[in-house]
């Protein structure tokens, strides 16, 4: 044997081999961990990546036509991958037109400027973005989104971006329609100027999203002018929301070079490194939260909820506004039985006066936007208070006096009948469910307890949004909560709701309601209830058949009573795609009652109110020897809720304790169908009516 043999050692290669399925099965883990950490991070951009993807394969389209075009000495200028936009040459190739609607606004938009650029004599292409609208997102954030990937991939913008549904409290022109006219104007104006060759694009130095054209795009303005200054101010106005609302704004200049571009492909590490970012800087802000936040309201005051631009459009309505974010109005209910006409489905159902019904708001901002809103979203949204808050005292002084005015007005009226004119100048009761969200008004507790004190029973309507509010909420003659759809999905489609986990606060509120009925005080061991109401509206085509979701609802909530009412039909509005073929008949919103009913076995239907289109369905625990006592005894209430008041809670009362006896003609069956006897029935003559009331 050859020695040199001796000297090699071949006892590791033969360990490789004796355990290299052991190594093989190593590979494979590893392998396996990092496929799993790719399908995360896909997971983690979801379906933003399928729109990104879609929105720039359809510009590239357009690039690619346009790049063409381009002559050679404006390709030469090309180095390091980008050109100087100095130095570009600007080519408008067309437009496309993305847009996402759950309403037909967008949509009406879109067709609307799709015109404007034809008369251009530009190409234009509409694209519905709906099949892309990811679920956990509003349709606004979509085009905010846009807007940043768009920026991130070096592209520049031809204008300040507008805002539409989330901007309506800055609403310069009153409303979204008159804030669109105004933009579209100003687009194409500027799609004229560049479709003609002038250089004044945007100059890239974009910053969090955010437009700078107007600081440097001009050079005919001089630095430091009265009129660079005051461009400069209306553009940061326009693109403050864009910095306040989106929860994905982030700086990312820090790591990309203003002018680079940015691949599609790096989004995911690019956001996952900003998200990363914003934590940190989110622990770092909360060290200092308490007193930035001084220092903010010291520095400057709240903004007003009504703009003079709102101010006049809800004016023209035919609202009484008061302070900064409250009216009144006058319920149609309200002329009618001070006539002698019949009062509205609440004078059948629980026995209010409604010629001495105060119908008003503490908050016309809401947080929903519902299909069906009679005011068509002319007030403004929010999900958090952020304005400048008026005093209740002063809130409940002026809409008594308001409401005074407005019955005035009526005196000498032909058919107005002295006695009741009398009785309507004293305010027996407020509907607090003229617009908006009373509920949201930070001082809504003080504001009820000044109305009991005026001896003016509280009726208040709440959507379901709030539910800390809801368990905060002190004693009120009745409770109302909205139950406008029974499913996640057609809850989104029908109130169309700002908050992301709106389903979860629904559900909430409900849970927040039923412990209105039931609720332990520690000190008596006595229990505290509230009348609470379900209030259905019904869409037809929309959520009539989710019979047995309805009745999972009604368990969860456990309400007193369930108003069931048909749509009511506004008018065309571009606000809304609602259609008279939406309003369901009389007889269709009995028989949806009846099937309700066979599932909730606690309930009954009780009474009728067919003028308004309406039934309600009440608990059993309200029909006494076979007689309902649906109706309410107000002074007795007032006496309840002062001893409440004066034994700083602690006497309690139950809804049991101020019922009355229900009138034989207000009683489901009866012939006069939930038409009081002692008036009058007046039938129009004409189609046009008022659809307001609550």
Not at 134 to 159: C, F, Q, S, T, Y
Not at 536 to 559: F, H, I, M
Request: overall charge neutral; glycine content about 6%.
């Amino acid at each position: 044997m050859d020695p040199s043999l001796d000297t090699w050692d071949f006892s590791p290669l033969i360990s490789l081999w004796i355990h290299r399925f052991y190594i093989y099965w190593g590979f494979a883990f590893g392998i396996s961990l990092w496929i799993c950490f790719q399908i995360v991070i896909r997971k983690q951009l979801g379906k933003d990546s399928n729109l990104m993807d879609f929105v720039q394969s359809s510009i590239l389209k357009d690039k690619t036509s346009q790049e063409k075009s381009l002559s050679k000495a404006t390709r030469d200028l090309v180095t390091n991958g980008y050109i100087s936009l100095q130095e570009k040459e600007v080519f408008v190739s067309g437009v496309k037109i993305f847009y996402g609607s759950q309403t037909g606004t967008a949509k009406g938009f879109a067709t609307i400027l799709a015109e404007a650029v034809t008369c251009l004599g530009l190409p234009v292409a509409i694209i519905n973005l709906k099949e892309y609208d990811p679920d956990d997102h509003l349709v606004e954030e979509i085009g905010k989104n846009v807007d940043k990937w768009l920026w991130m991939l070096g592209a520049h913008r031809v204008m300040t971006r507008g805002e539409g549904d989330c901007n309506v409290v800055k609403s310069k022109h009153g409303s979204i329609e008159g804030d669109f006219r105004a933009w579209k104007t100003k687009f194409i104006s500027r799609l004229r100027a560049l479709s003609k060759g002038e250089k004044k694009s945007c100059g890239g130095n974009c910053k969090k999203g955010r437009c700078k054209s107007s600081q440097h795009g001009s050079e005919e303005m001089e630095p430091g002018s009265p009129a660079q200054d005051g461009l400069h101010q209306r553009d940061t106005e326009e693109e403050e929301p864009f910095a306040s609302t989106s929860e994905e704004d982030s700086s990312t200049e820090d790591h990309q070079s203003l002018s680079s571009v940015v691949d599609v492909e790096d989004l995911g590490k690019i956001m996952n490194h900003v998200k990363k970012e914003k934590r940190e800087k989110e622990q770092q802000e909360e060290k200092t939260s308490l007193f930035r936040n001084t220092v903010k309201n010291e520095a400057s005051e709240r903004r007003a909820m009504i703009t003079p631009a709102l101010r006049e459009a809800l004016t023209k309505q035919g609202y009484q506004l008061i302070g900064s974010h409250s009216g009144v109005k006058l319920c149609r209910w309200t002329k009618s039985m001070l006539r002698g006409r019949g009062g509205c489905y609440k004078h059948t159902f629980y026995g209010i006066e409604s010629h001495r019904c105060m119908e008003t708001t503490p908050s016309l901002a809401c947080a929903n936007k519902c299909v069906f809103c009679w005011r068509h979203h002319t007030n403004p949204v929010g999900t958090e208070w952020r304005w400048k808050m008026d005093q209740p005292e002063m809130i409940l002084k002026e809409a008594i006096e308001n409401h005074q005015s407005m019955i005035k007005q009526f005196k000498g009226v032909p058919g107005v009948k002295e006695e009741r004119f009398e009785e309507g100048m004293t305010v027996k009761h407020c509907a607090l469910s003229l617009v908006g969200e009373p509920i949201m008004y930070p001082e809504i507790n003080r504001f009820l307890k000044l109305l009991h004190e005026c001896k003016i029973s509280s009726f208040l309507v709440t959507n379901a949004q709030f539910p800390v509010e809801i368990k905060n909420l002190k004693p009120v003659t009745q409770l109302y909560v909205s139950v406008d759809a029974s499913t996640k999905d057609s809850l989104k489609k029908i109130d169309r709701p700002l908050f992301k986990d709106f389903w979860q606060r629904f559900l909430d509120s409900l849970k927040a309601l039923a412990a209105k009925v039931i609720a332990l005080s520690v000190i008596w061991l006595q229990h505290l209830q509230q009348r609470t109401v379900y209030r259905l509206t019904l869409v037809k085509a929309w959520n009539v058949d989710e019979l047995q979701a309805y009745a999972e609802l009604v368990s969860l909530g456990s309400p007193d009573f369930i108003e069931v009412k048909g749509v009511t039909y506004c008018g065309e509005s571009s606000a809304s795609s609602l259609t008279m073929a939406n309003v369901p008949w009389h007889e269709e919103v009995v028989r949806f009652v009846h099937e309700l009913v066979d599932l909730i076995p606690n309930y009954e239907i009780a009474c009728e109110h067919e003028h308004s289109n309406c039934l309600l369905i009440a608990h059993k625990k309200f029909k006494i020897d076979r007689e309902w006592w649906t109706w309410i005894n107000y002074n007795r209430f007032q006496e309840l809720i002062q001893e409440y008041e004066d034994s700083g809670g602690s006497k309690t009362f139950s809804a049991e304790d101020y019922m009355a006896k229900t009138p034989h003609w207000a009683l489901f069956g009866a012939s006069e169908r939930g038409f009081d006897p002692k008036d009058t029935r007046y039938q129009r003559k004409n189609k046009s009516k008022d659809i307001s009331g609550c």
